[in-house]
């Protein structure tokens, strides 16, 4: 087994898991360096037992290298296989029918991973395409990206299409609700991208009247295709954020009306709507996206969560638009 691509393996894993930020990046900055290493000179150290002379390469890092050039499965990662079963129900077939993720992030924002690593994880979970999907300029805590910085981002996507194809990176944004129902980024900018998906990040206890005029106003947008993680809870060991109050069927029929797909947000923390909310979408008429909102390449695999909610709502596939070839239909 490759070293670099074992570290990666069980990079992905933890992320899949949860596991902390640090804890995983030990292992992908120590597949890093194998990339850079002859093979030999890998080998050779491997065979001396001086592999933990190298900046960044520990114990445990060391002994997945050592188990690698030697031609077995490193122990470290056939724990973690063996553990890596998601803790869902059902969903498969679900899961089956979906080409792509709606909803992703990379480095460019809040994400861990450059859009490549993003892509190629993707790619190998057997997606067609996938939509980056970095936040915009309000989010400062996220870095979000300014319309300058957008542009850039479309020229290296465009890039990576040429190297990556058949797979496909649709371009994309998740912009911000602003207080009044208007969208941060330029109205030019959003017309370009395939995929718009439209949140609320601030002021989510607003009164619910207000919050109802300011999603809808947002999904009359003629640029918006998803309505992302539409109550904005928050459910964790550490915090428990409640969901913003909304009219939901008038918010509901609004998407409905504007071809505006409502998100089943596959982020065990937030596993958002609730399935009440799903139900309801339903019931009015809306189509739905399942995304993982992922911001590292191990949480693109937690779909499964949002593709066993579907199925006990009765989602129908062909209301989903990430089983289709391209989102939009186009």
């Known amino acids: ?17 949860g596991e902390p930020t640090f804890k995983v990046q030990a292992f992908r900055k120590a597949a890093a360096l194998m990339d850079e290493l002859p093979p030999e000179d890998v080998e050779l150290r491997a065979k001396r037992g001086t592999l933990t002379r190298l ?12 188990d690698a050039v030697n031609g077995r499965e490193p122990e470290y990662l056939t724990r ?21 993720d709606c909803h992703t992030h ?4 809040d994400g861990g991973s450059t859009i490549r690593e993003m892509a190629e994880a993707a790619r190998d979970l057997g997606h067609e395409w996938m939509v980056l999907t970095d936040h915009s300029p309000s989010l400062t805590v996220a870095n979000g990206l300014s319309p300058d910085r957008l542009r850039r981002q479309l ?47 601030s002021k989510l206890r607003m009164p619910a009247a207000e919050m109802t005029r300011r999603m809808i106003r947002a999904v009359g947008n003629p640029h918006v295709d998803i309505l992302g993680h539409c109550t904005g809870r928050m459910k964790t060991a550490r915090r428990d954020r409640p969901e913003s109050t909304f009219d939901a069927k008038a918010v509901f029929e609004a998407c409905r009306d504007n071809g505006v797909a409502v998100e089943i ?12 909310l799903i139900k309801l979408a339903l019931q009015v ?40 070839a391209d989102p939009n239909g186009r």
């Open 1 to 17: 087994m490759d070293p670099a691509k074992a570290l990666r393996l069980i990079g992905f894993y933890l992320e899949r898991a």
């Open 55 to 66: 900046p960044g390469i520990g114990k445990t890092t060391a002994g997945v290298i050592t």
């Open 80 to 100: 973690l296989t063996e553990e890596a079963k998601l803790p869902v129900a059902g969903g498969d077939a679900m899961r089956a029918a979906l080409k792509g």
């Open 106 to 109: 990379s480095e460019w924002s």
């Open 155 to 201: 020229d290296v996507v465009a890039e990576l299409n040429e190297e990556l194809a058949p797979f496909r990176i649709l371009t994309g944004i998740e912009v911000d609700i602003l207080l009044d129902g208007t969208l941060d980024q330029e109205e030019e900018l959003l017309a370009g991208l395939d995929v718009v998906v439209a949140s609320v990040h």
């Open 265 to 276: 947000n596959s982020r065990p923390e937030r596993l958002d709507p609730p399935l009440r």
């Open 285 to 324: 008429g809306c189509e739905f996206s399942i995304d993982s909102d992922a911001h590292a390449p191990g949480q693109l695999d937690w779909l499964p969560h949002g593709c066993e909610r579907a199925e006990a709502c009765e989602v129908p596939a062909e209301r989903v638009i990430n089983t289709r």
